[in-house]
């Protein structure tokens, strides 16, 4: 490989990974009484995922986990990020544990703990049990309630085996573009609803790290992944400044400002005060969302450029919280993934520096994802060559490197994803993995990028 992945020394403590979820990977969707998720749901609607994909089979996952184990053994990371489908803990969302999915997880970090691989795990990565969804899902506070008995459920039988717990994924999908944009489940666009999903998933946040440490072992850590934005105005016209305060708002603000800072958004109630009166926040609920964070997961993909337009609906009834008017835009000369996200690594120390800058005193920072989706194919030979996701990666780790210089303390980077899998809205189109999956047959071939990842953090560990 060429100088440009060549990738600087990290700190030899630096923690290296990769990331997956499980309605991504697992399949197996009626098995050992899981109940249905709000992604089962709308997954099966037609019209929500491209080609009607579903994630019934998915990579399988659920049967092959030795097989995907072995991958990340072979691989040499030294921890493994995966989520815990809260329908196989508890079917309707309430109620007991249901012991068959417990046992399954319980298997899964044992084969992990024997490969060498710790476990990182992720109790909610969109997979609400439909049955809340049918009680209002993140509109209701319940929610929040249920979502913490959950987590002390799942802490109860695996804390003494896994130390790092994330409570909630990426917030700003289940709230925005599941119930504002539409685009993910549970597929509505709405206003209010969405910022009290919005609050309600920091709720039951707050809850569970409570719940979890007033039942701690020993040695678990406890945080929350967010994906924030390096947001930017698209022009120095003083309307696109103002569209990029409002997408910052929307992308990082309502989460950050609260989570790190204790604070509500300042500009929350000019940009949405008609279509909400924020009557779903109580008095000590600051408090309880700014929990004390052992680490803050940190996603980051693309930046994001903002453009005023209006793309508000004038009623504000029919407005979603989304509707800011703002357009994103992207400057043409940027290379951009399969996704049609532009490729801009400078981003990601942007943004981790400014993040340092607002909040002061941060937990440490793990990149828990980053990766991109090329169009890979296998070759002639059966070998699957990617060289533009290594150039990615590298670039990225390039500038988390400089962001470590200037002083942001960075732990660790999980690469997005393990394996390519259901990419959501997109279904099996989009791959973003180190390993090819062939859905036709399950084969994991690895593609040149695994290699190439594995060879990189052997050099880091001195060969
Ligand atoms: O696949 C997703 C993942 O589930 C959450 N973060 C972004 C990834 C790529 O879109």
């Known amino acids: 490989m060429s100088s440009e992945t060549d990738v600087q020394k990290f700190p030899d403590d630096f923690e290296w990974g990769v990331s997956t979820a499980a309605y991504q990977i697992e399949g197996a969707v ?18 929500n995922v491209a080609r009607g994909d579903n994630g019934d089979v998915a990579c399988d996952h659920y049967h092959r986990f030795p097989e995907d184990v072995a991958l990340l053994r072979d691989l040499g990371v030294g921890s493994y990020r995966f989520s815990v489908a809260w329908p196989r ?12 999915g417990l046992d399954f997880y319980g298997r899964l970090v044992d084969e992990l703990l024997d490969a060498g691989v710790e476990p990182w795990l992720t109790l909610y990565h969109w997979d609400l049990p439909q049955a809340l969804e049918e009680r209002g899902g993140w509109r209701n506070r319940d929610t929040a309630r249920r979502f913490a008995d959950y987590a002390a459920l799942v802490h109860d039988a695996l804390g003494d085996r896994v130390t790092r717990w994330t409570t909630l994924n990426e917030p700003f999908c289940s709230a925005f573009l599941g119930m504002a944009i539409g685009e993910h489940a549970p597929g509505v666009r709405e206003g209010h609803g969405a910022l009290a999903a919005a609050h309600h ?26 994906n924030l934005s390096d947001v930017r105005p698209a022009s120095a016209d003083p309307a696109d400044r103002s569209a990029a305060e409002r997408l910052d708002l929307l992308h990082n603000r309502v989460f950050t400002d609260p989570i790190l800072g204790g604070v509500w958004p300042a500009s929350e109630r000019e940009v949405w005060s008609e279509i909400s009166d924020f009557g779903f926040r109580r008095a000590d609920d600051l408090a309880l969302i700014r929990q004390p964070l052992d680490f803050l997961g940190v996603n980051f993909y693309c930046p994001a450029w903002a453009k005023s337009a209006p793309t508000a609906d004038p009623d504000p009834a029919h407005r979603s919280a989304a ?22 690594p400078e981003g990601m120390s942007g943004l981790l520096r400014r993040l340092d800058e607002e909040y002061g005193e941060l937990p440490p920072i793990y990149i828990t994802e980053n990766g991109a989706a090329y169009r890979d194919e296998i070759d002639a030979t059966g070998a ?12 990225h780790l390039t500038a988390l490197r400089t ?3 200037k002083g942001v303390d960075v732990r660790g980077y999980f690469c997005w994803s393990l394996l390519d899998n259901f990419e959501w809205a997109y279904g099996y189109a989009k791959r973003f993995g180190l390993v090819y999956v062939d859905y036709e047959d399950l084969r994991r071939i690895p ?11 052997r050099a880091q560990r001195g060969g």
């Open 30 to 47: 009626h098995e050992d009484g899981r109940g249905r998720s709000i992604w089962d749901v709308f997954s099966h609607a037609p019209g």
């Open 323 to 344: 509707e800011i008017d703002v357009e994103y835009v992207v400057p043409p000369e940027l290379p951009r993934t399969a996704m049609g996200w532009p490729v801009e």
């Open 447 to 457: 593609k040149a990028s695994y290699y190439w990842y594995r060879d990189m953090m």
């Open 384 to 395: 699957v060559s990617d060289p533009e996701r290594i150039a990615f990666i590298a670039a």
């Open 89 to 100: 803990i508890q079917p309707e969302g309430r109620g007991p544990a249901e012991h068959r």
């Open 201 to 226: 998933l920091m709720v039951g946040h707050g809850l569970a790290v409570q719940a979890m440490r007033a039942q701690r072992r020993g040695e678990e850590r406890f945080g929350i992944t967010l």
């Open 403 to 405: 962001a470590m210089a």
